[in-house]
C-alpha cells in the first residue's frame, strides 16, 4: 500500500485549485506523474506550473521533500510514497 503524495500550495496559486492550500494525489514515481495526476484534476494549475512544452515554469521552484528539484533531476526526480511536495513562485520585485 502507498502513502498518497501531499502539494503544498502558496496563496497566489490556491485559485487554480478550488481554494486549497494543499493537495492530495495518489501519485508515486517521478515528479512528472506527480504533476501529471495534479493536471487530471487541476489543470488550470497545471498550466501555471507547467509550460506548453511539459517542463517546470522558469520562474516556479518545486521541491521534493525540501530538495529542489532542478538539482534532483527536474521532472524525472523520485517522489516517494508519503512525500510533501511544496511548490513557490519566484518573487519579482526590487
Avoid: K
Amino acid at each position: 500500500m502507498t502513502a498518497p503524495v501531499t502539494i503544498l500550495l502558496p496563496g497566489v496559486l490556491r485559485a487554480e485549485a478550488d481554494g486549497q492550500s494543499s493537495l492530495t494525489v495518489d501519485a508515486t514515481g517521478s515528479l512528472r506523474a506527480v504533476l501529471d495526476a495534479v493536471a487530471a484534476t487541476w489543470p488550470r494549475l497545471d498550466r501555471r506550473l507547467r509550460d506548453e512544452q511539459g517542463a517546470v515554469r522558469r520562474y516556479v521552484n518545486i521541491y521534493v521533500d525540501g530538495e529542489d528539484c532542478r538539482r534532483s533531476g527536474g521532472l524525472e526526480t523520485e517522489v516517494p510514497p508519503g512525500a510533501e511536495i511544496q511548490v513557490l513562485p519566484s518573487v519579482a520585485g526590487g
